[in-house]
């Protein structure tokens, strides 16, 4: 596969883009394809190695700034990561999508000391996280969110429990987001993040079990049982959590998913198309039948819409403009257009897909997983629908240029 990003992406694109890509790309073979078969062999492991890899890289620390360990490399460069990592295996790119989410969030809600705390620590690979809002009863929904936290003393009791967590059996940390005021206060006011240590007593991870599809990343269960945090654990204010996961999910989780899909969608269509070319019928290959061309004409239009929505989406975000409504829009129809491009490829493919160790069959599993998290299609409708109807509400985006003006800031600051 090539490793020059293609003349289209040219507007996005720095000459340091183009050596993250070719450098990634290289990563991926070197590091990822062989543990990619790995993963698939033995689904009820957790794979730890390639996160140890691409912690190495500070890549988990993409879009911090270097005065907290991180590479300050905005956005796009985190799209380049996820997108050329997933091509080869979409469960190594989970697992660094998985983490960015909380670090984006402790970037925009984290009070300064907080981010010395732990962000270098993210950095250098010691303290992976995960963000966890999802429930098993609520599911998405935030503002059904069951897990309570009360204040006792100096210190935050939380219990409750919390599920399909990515990277739950890595995670060092989790920022839990639970509900801290009683019944008739509105969601925006009712709900704060805390910074939960993977070592607190009464806190406990449920053992792996393998998904559908991306073998090796954990999404798993957390239980509280009256978790001990002190005030210093709170990120944001008081009252604040529904903004912590609103902004980390537009930010961060949904232009992630779109990179994962996108990783996917490529391998996709290089996978059919490397069949369709060297499988022979009649006096030529099957690529050269017109029925089939028509099917991968419809992958390829739709690879190079998703390839182009998705690296457009984050170069406005890297921008400082507002693209709440974009970001949204590259993973909702990323993962549909990846999702069809999947199933016409295993119709291609014919008996030959249903074979366990063919690579489609793989494919077509790990993009089921872009669809739920940071909101279903359902959800990306209902806010496109906001966009169109022009309705009032926060633009992220555009908080992000202002790097969270309600976070306190460096204290040593003339």
Not at 155 to 177: D, F, P, Q
Request: charged share 20%; glycine share 10%; proline share 4%.
């Amino acid at each position: 596969m090539s490793t020059t990003p293609p003349p289209a992406l040219r507007p996005y694109l720095t000459a340091r883009h183009d050596l993250l890509w070719q450098e990634t790309d290289a990563f991926a073979a070197e590091h990822v394809a062989a543990r990619a078969a790995r993963m698939e062999a033995a689904p009820g492991r957790v794979e730890r190695k390639v996160a140890d890899s691409m912690a190495a890289r500070g890549w988990f620390t993409v879009t911090v700034p270097a005065a907290f360990g991180g590479l300050g490399a905005g956005h796009v460069a985190k799209t380049i990561l996820i997108h050329r990592i997933a091509r080869v295996s979409a469960a190594a790119a989970a697992i660094l999508q998985a983490t960015l989410i909380p670090v984006g969030a402790l970037l925009h809600f984290a009070t300064y000391e907080q981010k010395r705390r732990w962000l270098p620590q993210v950095s250098d690979g010691s303290l992976l996280l995960s963000i966890a809002v999802t429930e098993p009863r609520a599911g998405g929904h935030i503002g059904g969110i069951e897990t309570v936290a009360e204040r006792v003393g100096s210190e935050w009791v939380i219990t409750g429990s919390k599920s399909h967590i990515g990277n739950s059996h890595l995670a060092g940390g989790h920022l839990v987001v639970a509900r801290t005021a009683g019944v008739g206060v509105s969601t925006s006011q009712a709900l704060t993040a805390f910074m939960v240590e993977s070592g607190r007593r009464g806190l406990s991870v449920s053992d792996h079990r393998a998904g559908l599809g991306l073998h090796g990343f954990s999404a798993g269960r957390l239980d509280l049982d009256h978790v001990r945090v002190p005030e210093d654990n709170v990120v944001g204010e008081v009252g604040q959590g529904l903004a912590v996961a609103q902004s980390s999910s537009i930010l961060y989780g949904r232009p992630n998913l779109a990179a994962v899909s996108l990783g996917i969608h490529e391998a996709v269509v290089d996978t059919t198309t490397a069949r369709l070319k060297t499988r022979p019928r009649y006096r030529g290959t099957l690529s050269d039948l017109p029925v089939l061309r028509d099917r991968i004409g419809g992958m390829e239009a739709r690879l190079r819409a998703g390839r182009i929505l998705t690296y457009q989406a984050v170069h406005l975000l890297d921008q400082g403009l507002p693209c709440d409504a974009d970001l949204i829009n590259a993973k909702y129809l990323g993962h549909q257009w990846a999702t069809q491009s999947a199933q016409d490829a295993m119709e291609l493919h014919g008996a030959h897909a249903l074979d366990r160790d063919y690579v489609l069959q793989r494919l077509w599993r790990d993009v089921q997983h872009t669809y739920p998290p940071a909101g279903t299609g359902e959800v990306q409708r209902i806010r496109l629908a906001d966009a169109a109807f022009d309705e009032d509400h926060i633009q992220w985006s555009e908080r992000l240029a202002a790097e969270a003006a309600w976070a306190r800031p460096d204290p040593t600051a003339a």
